[in-house]
């Protein structure tokens, strides 16, 4: 099960729960769970949301491996410069 | 990690410098063709006004005057972002800004285009306005737009707050019970403009079968096709864009402000448009960065560790709904290892042009805040700002402030060399201050297409799609030469129109190396598995028994085969014969972009009669990860410094009780002059990315984000004042003195 | 737009006096911007370059006439107009870049009538005269006569000044010109002054002007100003004294340029520095 922070102003959707357990192997999976559990958020998933997976930065990447050791930070969409 | 390299680190000739020098190079307003005619935009007098009617008849009229268009002229479209940019280009219903596009004329001459704006008749009723950030956001302001108030905000502020972010862990008011010394200030910083010298130019071409061809100066032509065939309700395949050789973006080249003007006059006269903004429109109608209204809380322990830090950022971003002020609230305490820590932003419109990216967007403002307040900090406590920022810098397995935990980073690098380099135990001579501050940046990776190639005389010819705005044509050509083992000459690298080469993300967020390195990489990697089979086959041998060693293929040893080996110019030369042409190519996305921090370092001298700070001395140091083509980075890193100093001193957008624009020129809007500067030193740090095969980091942006808080910290430092607003211009000094 | 070359002055003359909406054209450093900017829209431009003189710098009773079509760059490379009247020639130096540096002029500052322009302050203090040449005659003014207010001179319908007389001056004189700017170079005085001074063989200052610019309507010359520098050697007193006077005299306005505060202030900085110049320059030991 990988842990899941939720960051910040993000948490405003999730009923100010900051972190949770989530059994997912993708990121895609991880995201449909995540949007099923807290369904406040899915419209910012939809929007487009950038993942921290152990310390690296992802933008919209549906399919990158998430170990089950995990720690995956979703974030607002990065843009920029 | 490959470490033992040929070409990188190396300073060829840059491929565009002969053009350039000489004129030869086509930039936006280079290119025209027989036919063409000249389109000029009417723009709003007002700040806020709603547009009553506009009677285009008499313009129409004159002769000469092919197509005029109002915002009438544009069908709705699906997507809100998109709708907001097509408002931006041509307002509908209300003019948001002063200089707001209202209507368009094409023309045979430009003289008659602009003898045809002045018969154009708008009737405006004037609204209330707002220009400045704290008003805006405040309840009872004249609100731009119903409805797109960000999500779970209160009554406490008005609805032109359209975004809200919070980052952070811990509890900074613990942090603050357990600090020796709390400091809290609020800043405020002007908007300010990239500055390129080239302003936006297109000729557009879209013809009656729905088929068009656009040239404009960009830094996405994808971005670019796929806005404008979305707004002109076109298919992408059937627009061309094609990106001149760029004056200049540093992010403000990351949208349209014209294209689809262009676009749809051409479609209306039937003939090719040509339309340049003046100067004057760049700094009316184009992007600026944002403004700010800061809060800065830090504090800290006798010995310098920071207990606890918040800040609220509030931006101002124009005249539409935007996203930006997290990069700030995610920049602003990015330099620490923190326990206790909160940033939060705020995004607020206002009667002002549509903000844009301008590098490192959002994190220049919020840090330089941030390392004012750090600088006081250390002045009151009697420590030293380098051992201070040491004591608590980020390193590897940090937990950031904004989420992620920090892979190899290289602050304490740079921390370290500032402190070893000679400038810093310089004497400082009298009205002299010395300020020092940390900056950072992400860095982005994104989507990428390359193709490469193998030509029959052993050269190579590559395909990027990202426009060069930072000497990405050299770099790549350099990683080419070094995947495929020949030399740098050998390959020309050119940016392929939208029609020539797969999809890039625009170029911006210090990608370009990085994500285009990885795909260059990878399309050599495609094209010497090719040239190893051809070879393979030649010697009658498998193909997993062929290696490619520096620049040709041999075989992996001697039970494999006894073979002389064979370049990638002799299997080139006969590759006709062998299974035709030899390409190799590559689209991904990249992450792991790693992410870069700099050490600026800078005296300035306070001129107690007048005001006038000037720049003795500055030295900058940045971590890059590996330099491909160090005489660009030291160049990227002086441009960064450069700007951030113009900021600091004397740049801003003056706007006045009218909400109209003072200042709309280069020369009251006061961009540094060669003369205005020293040698800006760069100091380049190698702490090798490890997201990447050569160790690469984005440098591009991370250099403007230290200058504002170096050079107010040297200000400080030289009066024995602190000014908490920015531009520290000679009159605001000279008050506070 | 009719583009006519004018044979000489009583042809520009004559010309400017057709009653069409003509402008003046020498280094056209002005006109053509403002013509670009769509500020300006003249029916007849009349290039005044190829008036014979025009663009020569003579040596005259003692001192220097230099033709309206004589630009910067060429001011600066006379090396005994330089060595006499150092502060004028330093004043039209900075207008511009290098390249308008080949082009702009003295006159045009002048007749530009901005309040800001650098060359005026330098000339009021010089006592340069101005000839000035119109359908009825010639004749030679005080520079000072002609500033009228922001883009206006008092030249009247169909004149033009053909030429500036920088006069003689006694042994132990200089002047200096400086304005303040946000940065180094390009741009337009915030404030600005022009000193003049005759020193006596003891250093004691004897005589004195002080012309500040870009504080007032036009630019001004402050009698009390240089008042208060007469009798002495530039001690501190007397330069106190100096900068008050010229705060006292000035009357700016609030701009995006600078604040009334400010320009206040800094005028009395500008004068007094340059002041210090000009003594150095006339010999005298600070």
């Known amino acids: 099960m990988a842990r899941v922070v939720i960051f910040g102003s993000l948490r405003a959707f999730t009923d100010g729960e900051g972190e949770m357990e989530i059994d997912a192997q993708t990121t895609r999976e991880l995201l449909r769970k995540l949007a099923t559990r807290h369904p406040a958020l899915a419209e910012t998933i939809d929007a487009g949301v950038s993942l921290a997976i152990d310390g690296e930065v992802f933008k919209e990447a549906w399919f990158t491996p998430i170990g089950p050791e995990s720690e995956v930070v979703v974030m607002p969409l990065m843009v920029g410069g | 990690m490959k470490q033992d390299f040929k070409i990188l680190g190396t300073r060829p000739a840059r491929p565009d410098g002969l053009d350039k020098v000489t004129g030869k190079a086509m930039f936006g307003a280079d290119k025209s063709v027989t036919g063409m005619l000249h389109a000029r935009i009417l723009r709003s007098p007002h700040a806020h006004a709603e547009i009553v009617s506009i009677d285009t008849s008499k313009a129409e009229a004159l002769a000469g005057v092919k197509a005029v268009i109002t915002g009438d002229d544009f069908a709705d479209v699906e997507s809100r972002w998109t709708r907001y940019t097509m408002q931006n280009c041509m307002a509908q219903g209300r003019a948001l800004y002063d200089g707001h596009a209202v209507a368009a004329v094409a023309a045979i001459s430009k003289t008659v285009a602009a003898k045809a704006l002045k018969l154009i008749e708008v009737e405006y009723s004037v609204l209330p306005h707002v220009t400045d950030v704290d008003e805006a956001m405040a309840p009872g302001a004249p609100v731009l737009h119903e409805g797109v108030k960000a999500r779970k905000l209160g009554d406490d502020v008005s609805g032109n707050t359209v975004g809200y972010y919070s980052f952070g862990h811990g509890n900074p008011e613990t942090g603050f019970a357990e600090a020796d010394e709390v400091i809290e200030r609020t800043f405020k910083t002007a908007a300010v403009h990239q500055g390129y010298i080239e302003p936006h130019s297109c000729l557009a071409d879209l013809g009656g079968d729905g088929r068009g061809e656009l040239w404009c100066s960009t830094q996405g032509h994808y971005m670019v096709r796929e806005v404008c065939s979305e707004i002109l309700g076109i298919d992408a395949s059937q627009l061309r864009v094609t990106a001149s050789e760029i004056g200049g973006g540093f992010g403000g080249k990351t949208t349209v402000f014209i294209e689809p003007v262009a676009l749809k006059l051409s479609q209306k006269a039937g003939k090719p448009v040509k339309l340049v903004m003046s100067r004057e429109e760049v700094f009316r109608a184009s992007g600026p960065t944002m403004s700010s209204s800061i809060d800065v809380k830090i504090g800290m322990s006798k010995a310098g560790k920071i207990k606890g830090a918040h800040a609220k950022l509030r931006y101002q971003g124009g005249a539409f709904p935007y996203q930006m002020v997290m990069m700030g609230a995610m920049s602003a305490f990015a330099a620490y290892d923190l326990e206790h820590v909160q940033a939060e932003g705020w995004d607020v419109m206002t009667n002002r042009p549509k903000m844009i990216s301008y590098r490192a967007p959002g994190a220049p403002m919020a840090v330089y805040a941030v390392e004012s307040v750090m600088d006081e900090l250390c002045q009151k406590l009697g420590l030293d700002p380098i051992d201070t920022r040491l004591l608590n810098a980020a390193r590897e397995g940090t937990k950031s402030s904004y989420g992620p935990t920090f892979k190899a980073i290289g602050l304490v690098e740079a921390l370290e060399a500032a402190k070893a380099h000679p400038h810093y135990s310089a004497p400082l001579a009298p009205n002299t201050g010395r300020g020092v501050s940390c900056g950072f940046w992400f860095n982005f990776g994104g989507q990428v297409s390359v193709s490469m190639a193998i030509n029959a005389d052993g050269t190579v010819s590559l395909i990027e799609g990202n426009p060069d705005i930072g000497g990405s044509r050299a770099s790549i050509s350099m990683m080419a030469a070094e995947a495929l083992g020949i030399e740098y000459d050998r390959i020309r690298t050119i940016v392929g129109d939208t029609a020539s080469v797969g999809f890039s993300d625009v170029t911006d967020g210090s990608r370009v190396t990085f994500a285009v390195g990885i795909a260059t990489i990878n399309a050599a990697k495609a094209a010497i598995k090719e040239m190893c089979k051809r070879a393979a086959k030649i010697w009658e041998i498998d193909a997993e028994a062929v290696e490619w060693v520096d620049g040709a293929a041999q075989p992996t040893g001697h039970n494999a085969g006894d073979f002389p080996p064979m370049s990638l110019a002799e299997i080139a030369a006969i590759s006709g014969k062998t299974g035709g042409p030899i390409a190799g190519h590559h689209e991904g996305a990249p992450d792991k972009?790693?992410?870069?921090?700099?050490?600026?370092?800078?005296?300035?001298?306070?001129?107690?009669?007048?005001?006038?700070?000037?720049?003795?001395r500055y030295t900058a140091f940045q971590d890059v990860g590996k330099a491909i083509h160090p005489a660009y980075v030291e160049g990227q890193i002086q441009g960064g410094a450069v700007q951030g100093i113009g900021w600091a001193l004397n740049e801003e957008y003056i706007y006045g009780e009218d909400g109209l624009l003072q200042n709309p020129g280069f020369l009251d809007y006061r961009i540094p002059v060669a003369s205005d500067l020293?040698?800006?030193?760069?100091?380049?740090?190698?702490?090798?990315?490890?997201?990447?095969?050569?160790?690469?980091?984005?440098?591009?942006?991370?250099?403007?984000?230290?200058?504002?808080?170096?050079?107010?910290?040297?200000?400080?430092?030289?009066?024995?004042?602190?000014?908490?607003?920015?531009?520290?211009?000679?009159?605001?000094i000279l008050k506070a003195l | 737009m009719r583009y006519v070359v004018a044979k000489d002055s009583r042809d520009a003359v004559a010309l400017l006096n057709t009653g069409e909406n003509a402008r003046l054209l020498a280094g056209g450093t002005d006109v053509l911007v403002q013509m670009k900017l769509g500020n300006k829209t003249p029916s007849l431009l009349i290039d005044i370059k190829s008036i014979n003189g025009f663009s020569d710098i003579f040596a005259e009773n003692g001192g220097f006439r230099i033709g309206a079509a004589v630009n910067g760059a060429e001011m600066g490379a006379?090396?005994?107009?330089?060595?006499?009247?150092?502060?004028?020639?330093?004043?039209?130096?900075?207008?511009?870049?290098?390249?308008?540096?080949?082009?702009?002029?003295?006159?045009?500052?002048?007749?530009?009538?901005?309040?800001?322009?650098?060359?005026?302050?330098?000339?009021?203090?010089?006592?340069?005269?101005?000839?000035?040449?119109?359908?009825?005659?010639?004749?030679d003014m005080l520079v000072a006569e002609l500033l009228k207010g922001p883009g206006q001179t008092k030249l009247g319908k169909a004149e033009l000044i053909s030429s500036i007389y920088l006069p003689a001056r006694p042994e132990h004189s200089g002047d200096a010109y400086l304005r303040f700017i946000p940065r180094t170079e390009m741009d337009i005085a915030v404030a600005s002054a022009g000193v003049n001074l005759v020193l006596d063989a003891s250093g004691t200052v004897a005589d004195a002007t002080v012309a500040l610019g870009a504080v007032a309507p036009t630019a001004v010359v402050v009698p009390d100003a240089a008042a208060a520098l007469l009798g002495s050697k530039l001690g501190a007193q007397a330069l106190e004294a100096c900068a008050a006077a010229c705060a006292a005299a000035c009357s700016p306005i609030d701009d995006r340029r600078g604040t009334v505060e400010f320009r206040t202030k800094i005028a009395g900085v500008m004068a007094t520095r340059a002041a210090n110049i000009a003594y150095t320059r006339a010999g005298g030991q600070l």
């Open chain 3, 78 to 139: 006379h090396a005994a107009l330089k060595a006499m009247w150092p502060g004028v020639v330093e004043a039209v130096e900075l207008i511009g870049s290098t390249q308008v540096q080949g082009r702009a002029t003295m006159v045009g500052n002048l007749c530009n009538g901005s309040p800001a322009a650098d060359a005026v302050p330098a000339m009021l203090a010089a006592g340069a005269m101005a000839r000035v040449e119109g359908p009825s005659g010639t004749r």
């Open chain 2, 593 to 616: 972009a790693g992410v870069s921090f700099g050490v600026h370092m800078v005296d300035v001298e306070v001129d107690p009669e007048t005001g006038f700070t000037s720049i003795k």
């Open chain 2, 678 to 732: 020293p040698m800006i030193e760069p100091v380049i740090i190698e702490v090798p990315n490890p997201g990447h095969p050569y160790g690469v980091r984005g440098c591009g942006e991370t250099a403007i984000v230290p200058p504002l808080a170096a050079v107010a910290n040297g200000v400080a430092q030289a009066m024995g004042v602190r000014m908490f607003e920015l531009p520290m211009s000679p009159p605001k």
